[in-house]
């Protein structure tokens, strides 16, 4: 009988403290992990202590414990996050906008002038204001992704069979062999250069589905701020994160 057999089902996650303060881990095991590994996620603070398949959670549970005082110091630089609530900033385009609940009645989101930063107007139940707030934001992106995908397909003379938004936490967008495009709906919240040029990145792939020096020209010439964009992504990337 294989030792994986004869071990206890794993817990979902382990819990150390510091210095009166509690911090879950997510526990995950890798077959193919020769040690341990611990990992702070800068974009949503989640904690990730990852083994490989022979190692014992007490083992794990020890070594989680001597890095606590890391973890703590980790989570101290995750921004804090920004629900969508009324009176939240959130960016819109990269704009700052203020979350205001206008009417308990179901109604449209839209953005309104204010005294300060612009607005983003909703209208329902308090209960579903997160909800309707993505939805919206969910929208606005395909919206700009399609105007975006319209103006390049011309110039390639290709375009995409299908675009798929979601919430992706390792790229921003991807292209897969089939045509099909994804892209996180988080890049409503950057400055429009930034969806620009990752529509612009993404549809270069269906010529060229590499990272050539023949597909960095193919970009390039389609778009003339790559530079400018994956600056701003490394730069604030991944507070776009700490949204809703």
Same mark, same amino acid.
């Given at each position: 009988?294989?030792?994986?057999?004869?071990?206890?089902?794993?817990?979902?996650?382990?819990?150390?403290?510091?210095?009166?303060?509690?911090?879950?881990?997510?526990?995950r095991r890798?077959?193919?992990?020769?040690?341990?590994?611990?990992?702070?996620s800068a974009?949503?603070?989640?904690?990730?202590?990852?083994?490989? %398949? =022979?190692?014992?959670?007490? $083992? &794990?549970?020890?070594?989680?414990?001597?890095?606590?005082?890391? #973890?703590? /110091?980790?989570?101290?630089?995750?921004?804090?996050?920004?629900?969508?609530?009324?009176?939240?900033?959130?960016?819109?385009?990269?704009?700052?906008?203020?979350?205001?609940?206008?009417?308990?009645?179901?109604?449209?989101?839209?953005?309104?002038?204010?005294?300060?930063?612009?607005?983003?107007?909703?209208?329902?139940?308090?209960?579903?204001?997160?909800?309707?707030?993505?939805?919206?934001?969910?929208?606005?992106?395909?919206?700009?992704?399609?105007?975006?995908?319209?103006?390049?397909?011309?110039?390639?003379?290709?375009?995409?069979?299908?675009?798929?938004?979601?919430?992706?936490? %390792? =790229?921003?967008?991807?292209? $897969? &062999?089939?045509?099909?495009?994804?892209?996180?709906?988080?890049? #409503?919240? /950057?400055?429009?250069?930034?969806?620009?040029?990752?529509?612009?990145?993404?549809?270069?792939?269906?010529?060229?589905?590499?990272?050539?020096?023949?597909?960095?020209?193919?970009?390039?010439?389609?778009?003339?701020?790559?530079?400018?964009?994956?600056?701003?992504?490394?730069?604030?990337?991944?507070?776009?994160?700490?949204y809703g």
């Amino acid at each position: 009988m294989s030792f994986a057999l004869l071990r206890r089902p794993d817990p979902g996650h382990l819990e150390v403290q510091h210095e009166g303060a509690s911090f879950q881990i997510a526990l995950r095991r890798r077959p193919t992990a020769r040690r341990i590994t611990l990992r702070v996620s800068a974009a949503t603070g989640e904690v990730v202590i990852t083994l490989p %398949s =022979r190692t014992a959670v007490n $083992t &794990a549970q020890r070594f989680a414990t001597s890095h606590a005082g890391w #973890i703590a /110091a980790r989570l101290a630089r995750v921004p804090e996050r920004v629900q969508f609530v009324p009176d939240a900033i959130l960016p819109l385009r990269g704009e700052p906008h203020r979350v205001h609940l206008r009417d308990t009645r179901s109604g449209t989101v839209r953005v309104e002038a204010g005294e300060g930063d612009p607005v983003l107007s909703v209208s329902c139940d308090p209960a579903h204001v997160p909800r309707r707030i993505r939805d919206y934001l969910t929208r606005e992106a395909r919206r700009d992704l399609l105007e975006a995908v319209e103006r390049y397909a011309p110039l390639l003379g290709q375009r995409p069979v299908r675009i798929t938004l979601r919430d992706t936490r %390792s =790229r921003w967008g991807s292209c $897969t &062999a089939r045509g099909e495009l994804n892209f996180s709906w988080r890049l #409503i919240l /950057a400055p429009p250069m930034v969806l620009d040029y990752l529509v612009a990145h993404e549809m270069a792939h269906l010529r060229e589905m590499n990272h050539s020096a023949r597909y960095w020209a193919l970009l390039r010439g389609l778009c003339p701020n790559v530079d400018a964009a994956e600056a701003w992504l490394k730069r604030n990337g991944t507070s776009l994160h700490r949204y809703g």
